[in-house]
């Protein structure tokens, strides 16, 4: 069966509603962040990124990673696109453009928007000093290209590929979310806001989304 390292609140999340999505079966390891722990080395700490057992399976210390019979893969895109080819079904490419054009998306994604889209999420506290309220100012400026390029594409097509929900969507509306945490991004793209409550509103989604407000903020 395939496992699953990486709680739900890591960006396992994009793999486990993807296999909700495909009803795949899964088991699930809860390695946390060390760096959500007081102290991650100590004797009885839960597993973490920082455990040898999990650094033996994968050194570069970062969940989420997948076995799945017998190949280890890191980067939770990696493993989207994997899982995706392999089971196929609606969400996977049709043929080789609709692979390309797919994973050209999750490269937008994770190159141009995430580490913006991230720093708003994780500064933008309501207890946040003016030089963090100054540093999401600054990602949501430098948002503004990327985010125009997907405004004008899901206005004219719906999806990114294909005209219909594929793992495509699902990787660049797990990216997305961390920035929709400010207003000014929802009021500002509407086209982006329509499609991210439509993928939100996927009961894989919601399974996935209930099982991660289930675990310890
Ligand atoms: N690009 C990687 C990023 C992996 C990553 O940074 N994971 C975070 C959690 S979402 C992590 O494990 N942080 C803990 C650490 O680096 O110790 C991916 O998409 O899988």
Same mark, same amino acid.
């Given at each position: 069966?395939? #496992?699953?390292?990486?709680?739900?609140?890591?960006?396992?999340?994009?793999?486990?509603?993807?296999?909700?999505?495909? !009803?795949?079966?899964?088991?699930?390891?809860?390695?946390?962040?060390?760096?959500?722990?007081?102290?991650?080395?100590?004797?009885?700490?839960?597993?973490?990124?920082?455990?040898?057992?999990?650094?033996?399976?994968?050194?570069?210390?970062?969940?989420?990673?997948?076995?799945?019979?017998?190949?280890?893969?890191?980067?939770?895109?990696?493993?989207?696109?994997?899982?995706?080819?392999?089971?196929?079904?609606?969400?996977?490419?049709?043929?080789?453009?609709?692979?390309? $054009?797919?994973?050209?998306?999750?490269?937008?994604?994770?190159?141009?928007?995430?580490?913006?889209?991230?720093?708003?999420?994780?500064?933008?506290?309501?207890?946040?000093?003016?030089?963090?309220?100054? $540093?999401?100012?600054?990602?949501?400026?430098? =948002?503004?290209?990327?985010?125009? #390029?997907?405004?004008?594409? $899901?206005?004219?097509?719906?999806?990114?590929?294909?005209?219909?929900?594929?793992?495509? !969507?699902?990787?660049?509306?797990?990216?997305?979310?961390?920035?929709?945490? !400010?207003?000014? =991004?929802?009021?500002?793209?509407?086209? #982006?806001?329509?499609? $991210?409550?439509?993928?939100?509103?996927?009961?894989?989604?919601?399974?996935?989304?209930?099982?991660?407000?289930?675990?310890?903020?």
């Amino acid at each position: 069966m395939l #496992v699953i390292h990486g709680v739900t609140r890591s960006r396992a999340s994009r793999i486990i509603w993807l296999c909700h999505e495909l !009803d795949l079966p899964f088991r699930q390891e809860p390695v946390i962040q060390a760096y959500r722990l007081a102290n991650a080395d100590a004797r009885g700490a839960p597993p973490n990124t920082r455990s040898p057992s999990f650094l033996a399976l994968s050194p570069a210390g970062a969940i989420p990673v997948i076995e799945d019979e017998g190949l280890v893969l890191s980067e939770s895109l990696a493993a989207v696109m994997h899982l995706t080819r392999k089971h196929g079904g609606n969400l996977a490419p049709a043929d080789a453009a609709e692979d390309a $054009l797919m994973l050209q998306w999750a490269l937008y994604a994770a190159t141009s928007i995430e580490p913006d889209a991230l720093t708003i999420q994780m500064l933008n506290r309501p207890a946040a000093g003016a030089e963090d309220r100054a $540093l999401v100012t600054d990602a949501i400026d430098r =948002l503004k290209r990327p985010l125009k #390029v997907l405004e004008d594409h $899901l206005a004219a097509h719906g999806h990114l590929v294909g005209g219909r929900f594929t793992a495509a !969507d699902l990787m660049m509306a797990e990216i997305v979310r961390y920035g929709w945490t !400010d207003n000014r =991004l929802r009021a500002a793209w509407p086209a #982006v806001s329509r499609w $991210l409550d439509a993928c939100q509103s996927r009961p894989a989604f919601k399974t996935m989304w209930a099982a991660r407000e289930a675990e310890p903020a």
